[in-house]
């Protein structure tokens, strides 16, 4: 924590930016990692840099305690144009780390402000944790992930600070605005007030009726996953992922780990909807908004998400199931789906091996083969292709009425369970609760 000294009732920082975070680069040497990348932006974004890298080294070095982020802010709005100009996969590397480097500036400034500040201005911390998260969502790794470890920093401290202020206003008696404390420090999911044996950890009692289920398998040996599913069937995989400390997790849990941090979350009942859009946000306003209470209308979503690349911490809570290294390139993808009961996957296929973990709440799930392609109609467009028109639980059978002859399988997939999906299988996927799943893509 950064270092607090009481004087007078009230808390002062005598922190400087190098004791908060000492591996923050210190000269403009530590910084430039490939110089010779910057000639793909041109002279103008080169200088634009070169001047945001000074402003920021002039205040890192405590020379001018009031420099502030003009030209990182001009650097992430060029930036922010050259993503907007094309499709995403073909903007250039070298703009989306610039964009890191921006961020990194930006909230160096704004952590600058936090600390030197004669109260404490949360809101200058909150700002310095956004720059981070916004260079992490958007950018390229720069510094050996020193953004990852700064948002870490950043939200640590926030975090405590609330605590900190919830202990006060308890001892005074005054009303707590609001919750932010969850359980002992060392145990952030730890279930303290006996509400949290919470909807998500209940199986539902409305489940769907399974006509055709999916096979089960009790934690089977990689040789016979390798010959009888790897490629060829779908199949439900049990007791394979008992040892992850993430089948603890809970929401007031991750709103403790990761409440302060920003991520984007879709709007809309689903993908193909007309009206579907996403939205940055908190975490914790996530949870708040769109898990604990969801509006009507428009559900919320955080879903395919590469949260772990962003908060390695929690990490830690999980591991790729063994079959995965089975695949002929030992790389793994690994997303995140959170959010409330009813969010839906249109029924799609993708190219890859999939094992879908479920970590806590029930999904309902179909699975075709990819030889019923024909009776699912898929869209006919190149961005949809892979997604079928029909609605597989409520289908419209005189505009689609193949799809009542499609062969398929169905389970309700439940916490610590895996579902192996081979590439080009048909899948289908609502919340029966507050759910939240780890996909592994591999190939």
Known sequence: ????????????????????????????????????????????????????????????????????????????????????????????????????????????????????????????????????????????????????????????????????????????????????????????????????????????????????????????????????????????????VGHWRALRWTLAGLERIAGHRTVPVELGARYTDAGWSQRLMTLGQFVAEHVRRPAAGRPGYLAQYELFDQIPELAADIAAPEYCWLGERQSVHTNVWLGPAGTVSPLHHDPKHNCLVQVFGCKYVQVFAPEEAARLYPHEGALLHNTSRVDAERPDLVRFPLFAEARGWQTVLGPGEVLYMPPGWWHYVRSLSVSCSVSFWFE
């Open 1 to 240: 924590m950064t270092t607090l000294r009481k004087r007078s009732g009230k808390v002062e920082m005598y922190s400087s930016l190098l004791e908060f975070a000492p591996d923050l680069p210190s000269s403009a040497i530590s910084v430039f990692e490939d110089p010779d990348e910057l000639t793909m932006v041109g002279d103008s974004v080169q200088k634009m840099f070169i001047q945001a890298t000074y402003q920021y080294i002039s205040l890192v070095m405590g020379e001018d305690a009031h420099q502030d982020e003009v030209m990182a802010r001009a650097l992430s709005d060029r930036c922010w144009e050259e993503f907007n100009t094309s499709y995403w996969a073909w903007v250039p590397d070298v703009w989306r780390k610039l964009y890191s480097y921006a961020a990194l500036y930006c909230s160096a400034a704004h952590l600058n402000q936090y600390l030197k500040s004669h109260q404490i201005d949360v809101q200058a911390l909150r700002d310095a944790l956004l720059c981070c998260d916004m260079g992490l969502i958007m950018g390229k790794p720069v510094l050996d992930g020193l953004l990852t470890r700064l948002a870490t920093r950043c939200h640590e401290t926030l975090t405590h600070h609330y605590e900190d202020t919830e202990r006060e206003e308890q001892h005074r008696g005054d009303p707590v605005q609001g919750s932010h404390v969850v359980g002992p420090a060392n145990d952030p999911f730890h279930i303290s007030d006996g509400t949290l044996g919470e909807a998500h950890l209940r199986t539902p009692s409305d489940a769907p009726p399974i006509t055709t289920p999916l096979a089960r398998l009790r934690c089977p040996s990689l040789e016979t996953f390798s010959r009888e599913m790897l490629g060829r069937r779908a199949a439900v995989l049990t007791e394979c």
